[in-house]
């Protein structure tokens, strides 16, 4: 099992930067990729952004490439993203997410554990 614990969202304005984290406890080792995912009030869960444990891989949905970056501290368990340049539209709970079979880097239904969520409000 692995435990993901998220922290750092909060209501800022248009233009403005957020950081948000995510610690993982627990079966650790098992980890192949981590990240995030988001949803808006009525829709869909989405891709975000996502980190290979060993080698550090990063993935990007094209909405946020170039505002967003991922990083990962493996010594803390750690996974943060940067935000910067935020937009309204990129209001939502961040969920942080892992995966352990190496089956997927973007697909919700393939990642294996959950955070409970983070809300990140951006006002214009």
């Known amino acids: 099992q692995v435990q993901l614990v998220e922290s750092g969202g909060g209501l800022v304005q248009a233009g403005d930067s957020l950081s948000v984290s995510c610690a993982a406890s627990?079966?650790?080792?098992?980890?192949?990729?981590m990240g995030w995912f988001r949803q808006a009030p009525g829709k869909e869960r989405e891709f975000v952004a996502t980190?290979?444990?060993?080698?550090?891989?990063?993935y990007y949905a094209d909405s946020v490439k170039g505002r967003f970056t991922i990083s990962r501290d493996n010594a803390k368990n750690t996974v943060y993203l940067q935000m910067n340049s935020l937009k309204p539209d990129d209001t939502a709970v961040y969920y942080c997410?892992?995966?352990?079979?190496?089956?997927?880097?973007?697909?919700?239904?393939?990642?294996?554990?959950w955070g409970k969520g983070t809300l990140v409000t951006v006002s214009s």
């Open positions: 627990g079966r650790t080792s098992s980890i192949y990729t």
């Open positions: 997410a892992a995966d352990v079979d190496g089956s997927t880097w973007s697909q919700p239904a393939g990642m294996d554990y």
């Open positions: 980190i290979r444990w060993s080698g550090g891989h990063t």
